[in-house]
Every structure is written in C-alpha cells, then in structure tokens.
Nanobody
Framework: QVQLVESGGGLVQPGGSLRLSCAAS????????MAWFRQAPGKEHEFVAR????????DYAASVKGRFTISRDNAKDTIYLQMNSLKPEDTAVYYC?????????????????WGQGTQVTVSS
C-alpha cells in the first residue's frame, strides 16, 4: 500500500522559511515523478514543484521559482520542499504526490497517489 506522509508545516512570519518533508513507503520511486501541490481556502489545487526521481530534474511554478527548492533523498525515499522568503499568499495546505507513470506534467490528474497534506500559514 502506497503511503505518502508530509510533515514540517506550521506558522511562520512573512519572509521566513520552512522545510516540508514527504516520506514515501510501499512503492518504488525510481521511475516516477514526485511533486508538491498546494490548495488555499476556496481555490483549486495549484502545482508548486516537481522532481524526476531518476535524475533529480526539477521544475517550479512561476510564483515560487527562486524562493522554493525541491529535492530528494534516495536512501530515505523522501522529498523535501525548502521554502524561503515566504509570503502570505503562500498560505495553503501543501500536498505531496507521486505520478501514475514515468512521465508527468504539472497537471493534478497525472498524479495518482497523494499525502494527507500539511498546513502552512504565513502571517504576522
């Protein structure tokens, strides 16, 4: 059974940093893409970043590029999202997701496995 467990969310002031983690179990990741999405209250899921497990190639949404960094730890089957220079508009529930197949775009439908989410609140 595939399990994705996120952690690391919390309350942070504008300009601060947080690091989210997502630990995977019950699955292999080598031929897949892992991604972070977020959902703010009243809004649709929004793509944040993705990483191709096999070579670490990463892509970012324009809204977070230069502030967020996605990375992976092969030995721990874990991905991370380092979030710097946080803004109030980054407030959302953050979800990690595993792609259905080896190729995945930034579209939510390309991901078949999801974690439970972790809340990030950016506020003074």
């Amino acid at each position: 059974q595939v399990q994705l467990v996120e952690s690391g969310g919390g309350l942070v002031q504008p300009g601060g940093s947080l690091r989210l983690s997502c630990a995977a179990s019950g699955t292999t990741l080598s031929d897949h893409v892992m991604a972070w999405f977020r959902q703010a209250p009243g809004k649709e899921h929004e793509f944040v970043a993705r990483i191709r497990w096999i070579d670490g190639t990463a892509d970012y949404a324009a809204s977070v590029k230069g502030r967020f960094t996605i990375s992976r730890d092969n030995a721990k089957d874990t991905i991370y999202l380092q979030m710097n220079s946080l803004k109030p508009e980054d407030t959302a529930v953050y979800y990690c997701a595993k792609s259905r197949f080896a190729i995945a775009t930034m579209t939510r439908d390309d991901y078949g496995y999801w974690g439970q989410g972790t809340q990030v609140t950016v506020s003074s």
